[in-house]
DNA sequence: GTCTATAGCAGGATAGAC
DNA sequence: GTCTATCCTGCTATAGAC
């Protein structure tokens, strides 16, 4: 999953204070990386967050971080590449099903399950507040293409028109419940359950 | 709706052909303007779209456009304030109503109609695609917010939660004829027929 | 109304010291 | 692993001629 060529094990040589050193918390330099740069790209936009932003946060410098991924898209890549892998294997098993009320609902069980990880919603949240940026980034072709492959799944288009539209806002409901509902104040378990009872529904015949 | 403060009637003198003489088709330079930067905000992303870009799909300048709008962020303005009169009107029209179920169905039925504008599903669409970068541009900010009065009008946070998400996403219904089934091939009429009748469902009891 | 030219700045990325 | 310094590019916006 963590393609990094260059420092599989990066030697902890000198006494400076440095990133990988205010792992205190058990974070390594690489995901205290990641989880700035995700918060900033949500808040501020990927395009609109430099890595001389992400650098300051983390009170060291651009240059640092082009030790750890090679480019502004490879911090990207890093944070998604697990999702899409989870992603794919629900799409496989579901290929492999027969396309019945059962076999979506049971898409959707999967799918919601999905949204459990700690960083799963915030990804979901960067990629919807992303989509123009994100769109020409490999990463963010993956999500997209992978978010279609499921509303496929889930209806044909032999189906009327209302059917399809309603069996694709279930991955709406799913992703919603992290980010269109900010202004009100819920639990996750509370609106996670939501989502899946509402998505659920909505599939069903 | 129109503030243009500086050339309310532009003289026509020169000879040369301009943006403003290409209007055989009945098109302001103004408008076509509008039209080249709402089709890029979309396709590229509003950061990703550069001056630059849209003077040359119009065979003129940057400095050509400084004219017609002051700044970037002023194309955006103008290509929303529209809808953002339109909305509010609906919105002040709904806060007057008794909060029922009828009322919600006709909420959903007087938004259902701003979509009907030939630049208003394309306007949403530029709105989601660049919810990032718009969030700080005034335009969008006022987007934003209707898009939540929308909603606090169609469920209460005393409601449960399903159903609160549930109403939402009748917003989403409506919205998402516009984008989210891009990949197939139905057209408009049937499309929007379709959203309505989903969302008015959704917001049902 | 449109042009050329340019100011002024910020971005991503690299080189090389330590 | 992190730094300083810098390259190169592209952006928004402005000045002033025509």
Same mark, same amino acid.
Do not use: N, Y
């Given at each position: 999953m963590s393609q990094d060529p260059a420092h599989a094990s990066a030697p902890r040589s000198r006494h400076r204070i440095g990133l990988d050193d &205010?792992?205190?918390?058990? &974070?390594s330099a690489r995901t205290r990386i990641q989880d700035v740069a995700l918060q900033l790209f949500i808040e501020e936009g990927y395009d609109k967050t430099s890595l001389r932003e992400i650098a300051e946060k983390l009170g060291v410098t651009k240059a640092a971080l082009y030790y750890h991924f090679?480019?502004?898209?490879a911090i990207v890549a890093s944070l998604t590449e697990d999702r899409v892998v989870a992603v794919a294997k629900i799409l496989e098993w579901a290929n492999a099903q027969p396309r019945t009320e059962q076999t979506r609902q049971e898409l959707i069980r999967r799918y919601a399950e999905t949204m459990r990880g700690p960083r799963s919603g915030q990804i979901i949240r960067f990629f919807e507040r992303n989509q123009a940026t994100v769109k020409d980034l490999g990463a963010g072709e993956a999500m997209r293409k992978q978010m279609v492959e499921v509303m496929n799944l889930l209806s044909t288009?032999?189906?009327?028109y209302d059917v399809q539209l309603r069996r694709s806002l279930a991955i709406f409901a799913i992703h919603a419940s992290?980010?269109?509902?900010?202004e009100r104040e819920w639990n996750e378990e509370e609106g996670q359950a939501a989502a899946l009872k509402v998505a659920i529904d909505l599939v069903a015949d």
């Open positions: &205010q792992a205190t918390d058990g &974070q090679p480019t502004k898209e288009k032999t189906e009327p992290w980010f269109a509902m900010r």
